[in-house]
């Protein structure tokens, strides 16, 4: 009788440490562990500029910290002049990132507007950047421009 309450007592112990181990893994995947998601927004900004300029992009100039009219960094690339709205988040991005890229492309008389995010973006962020034409570069795109810096 005793070997069997050892016996439960032991399987009992190892579910516990499998089950806190899974739970552990789980929580890890889904928190990143990236650099990019601890900069602050100034730090973002130049992060992006720089991934930017080693992906082609010329004339990469970023903004004054205020009074930039919702746009952080300003480009060009194959002679197509870019407005670029970064945003270091820990959610997704809503509508009014799109809004600032939108006024902000025009502001600044460029020809495309777009938002750059360590994130991805809620729906209606995606429709309204659908309708007023801003391009949506997530983390995914991100993700793939430090891999073509590498």
Known sequence: MMDIVKA???AGFI???AFGLFRY?????RKRFDPMDEMEGRDFEL???RLLEKN???EVRVTKESGDYGIDILAEKEGVT???QCKRYTAPVGIKAIQEAYAGRDYYDRMVGAVLTN???TTPAVKAAQKLKILLWDRGY???MMENDM
């Open 8 to 10: 439960g007592i032991a």
């Open 15 to 17: 579910f516990c440490i």
């Open 25 to 29: 893994l789980a929580v890890c995947k």
């Open 47 to 49: 992060f992006c500029a």
């Open 56 to 58: 082609g992009f010329t």
């Open 82 to 84: 870019y407005a670029i």
């Open 119 to 121: 994130e991805y973006f």
């Open 142 to 144: 991100l993700e793939e």
